[in-house]
């Protein structure tokens, strides 16, 4: 069913180490998991590290090779070897949306990767287990995608359970990988034909919601003190790459 499949066993052109990292439980295994071998188990066990998995996707018409890390426990005491953080072409910054601390604790990741990662490595910011109700999210779509928008950083909805968002990811990022490194591939041909990500693509405009509301006046206003009563409380970490 998988296309990817087909390409297995061809050569690739690049490879690329893309590394993965966030809080513990988050769901940085079952990602990957589900990216390389397409399956998902419900109870993980946290202390079994994969160490890494390559998966070869085809971009334009570039095999890519992608080797992709795990921290295999470590990250319960962030104490992530800076080795692990130099090999990374790039980062997935992952949070579950359902948790307060793992969302705030982007900042301490955030600032790891800017003392530790090369320069131009490239970073994603992923929300996990968007499979749940939307009233069990601590943050919602919209919040996250603000959030990143503000940083210039590109923001995932992303579900190993349900399976959704994590090929784009991996696509994405191996198409960032591919522009910024330009002519310094291996391959003097390479150009890379494939649409220069910008940072705001496909994410929601700043600014004031337009939203028309049909309920009367009131209702509306004791809505939006609800709302930002919410945001207060969900005070955004102060991430800077
Ligand atoms: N509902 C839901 N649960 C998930 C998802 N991904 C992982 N989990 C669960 O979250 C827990 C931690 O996952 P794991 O991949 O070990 O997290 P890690 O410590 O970040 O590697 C496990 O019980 C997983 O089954 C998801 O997409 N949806
Ligand atoms: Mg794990």
Redesign the pocket.
């Known amino acids: 069913m998988e296309k990817s499949a087909d390409i297995s066993t061809k050569l690739h052109d690049h490879m690329f180490s893309v590394i993965i990292l966030?809080d513990?439980?988050?769901?940085?295994?079952?990602?990957i998991v589900k990216f390389v071998d397409g399956t998902f188990?419900?109870?993980?066990k946290?202390s079994v590290g994969i160490d890494f998995k390559n998966k070869k996707i085809q971009v334009g018409d570039k095999v890519i090779k992608l080797q992709i890390w795990d921290t295999a426990g470590q990250e319960r005491f962030r104490t992530i070897a800076q080795t692990y953080y130099q090999k990374a072409d790039a980062v997935i910054l992952a949070y579950d949306c359902t948790s307060k601390t793992s969302f705030t604790n982007l900042a301490t990741w955030a600032t790891q990767i800017k003392e530790n990662c090369k320069e131009g490595t490239q970073k994603v910011i992923v929300a996990?287990?968007c499979?749940?109700e939307e009233a069990q999210r601590y943050i919602s779509r919209q919040e996250g995608e603000e959030f990143c928008n503000n940083l210039g950083i590109k923001h995932y909805d992303t579900?190993?359970?349900?399976n959704f968002g994590i090929t784009e990811v991996f696509t994405e990022l191996t198409k960032m990988i591919i522009s910024t490194k330009g002519q310094n591939l291996q391959r003097p041909s390479i150009t890379p034909g494939e649409s220069q990500p910008t940072p705001s693509a496909g994410l929601v405009q700043r600014g004031a919601p337009s939203k028309s509301f049909k309920m009367n006046k009131q209702a509306d206003s004791e809505k939006q003190a609800v709302q930002e009563q919410k945001r207060q409380k969900r005070s955004c970490p102060c991430v800077i790459f």
């Open positions: 966030g513990q439980s988050v769901g940085k295994s079952s990602l188990q419900d109870a993980y946290v996990t287990k499979d749940v579900s190993a359970k349900a």
